[in-house]
């Protein structure tokens, strides 16, 4: 399997404008997740989906941050309008099924850096 | 709120020595924990996981569990510049599919 895809792997944009991040999860895995990582607050829950279903947006951080998981193969991320405070890296994961027993693994894409000037 | 606790680092151990990493969670429903490594510009690897009390060693690491403390920890033995790195410490609850995770420790292996 070729693993967690994330496109594209280095974005940088203005302030204003719209960005779309994007995630192919590992086939068969029925949870997608996404992440912001930052030096000050490390690595954050934003969202995640079970089954193209989203369970759990309260770590987005306001209204400027959309998900969206229109199959079981494909997700995105988009940021309208972006600020600077945005920058860090987004990261994508999926995972098998529920925890226990290491069953809720979670496997990492390369992740998406972005600036936003 | 489930919390997972780790010394930010950096922690600086000698090429072949004993690397001891230690993290401790807040959630007493955690049954799974995780250690994942991730070099600079890149993204989290997992190294292993661990849900019973005691020791699992794969290769040079050893995880260790003790619930009753609520602790994990992270032995890499023989330590290589190579591992040098920083190791994110994961809890998971049972019947959850979320993880909570620390904000990692810097390793620093000097040959």
């Known amino acids: 399997d070729a693993g967690v895809i994330q496109s594209p792997r280095h974005e940088v944009t203005e302030m204003g404008q719209e960005v779309t991040l994007r995630c192919k999860p590992i086939?068969?895995?029925?949870?997608l997740f996404w992440y912001r990582q930052t030096m000050m607050r490390g690595l954050e829950l934003l969202i995640y989906f079970n089954n193209n279903v989203p369970i759990d947006d309260s770590g987005m951080p306001e209204d400027r941050f959309s998900a969206k998981m229109p199959n079981a193969s494909f997700s995105t991320l988009k940021i309208q309008p972006s600020e600077p405070r945005d920058s860090a890296v987004y990261f994508c994961?999926?995972?098998?099924?529920?925890?226990?027993?290491?069953?809720?693994?979670?496997?990492f894409g390369p992740g998406t850096r972005l600036t936003v000037l | 709120q489930k919390e997972v606790e780790q010394n930010s680092g950096p922690l600086s151990v000698p090429e072949g020595a004993i690397a001891s990493l230690n993290c401790t969670y807040s959630d007493r429903g955690s049954q799974s924990f995780f250690w994942y490594r991730q070099y600079s510009g890149k993204s989290p690897e997992l190294i292993m996981f661990i849900y019973s009390n005691g020791d699992k060693e794969d290769g040079r690491f050893t995880a260790q569990l003790n619930k009753a403390s609520q602790y994990v920890s992270l032995l890499i033995r023989d330590s290589q510049p190579s591992d040098s790195a920083t190791y994110l410490c994961?809890?998971?609850?049972?019947?959850?599919?979320?993880?909570?995770f620390g904000k990692g420790t810097m390793l620093l292996v000097s040959p």
């Open positions: 994961a999926s995972s098998l099924e529920k925890g226990g027993g290491g069953t809720d693994t979670q496997y």
């Open positions: 994961a809890a998971g609850v049972s019947g959850y599919s979320t993880l909570t």
């Open positions: 086939s068969g895995h029925d949870y």
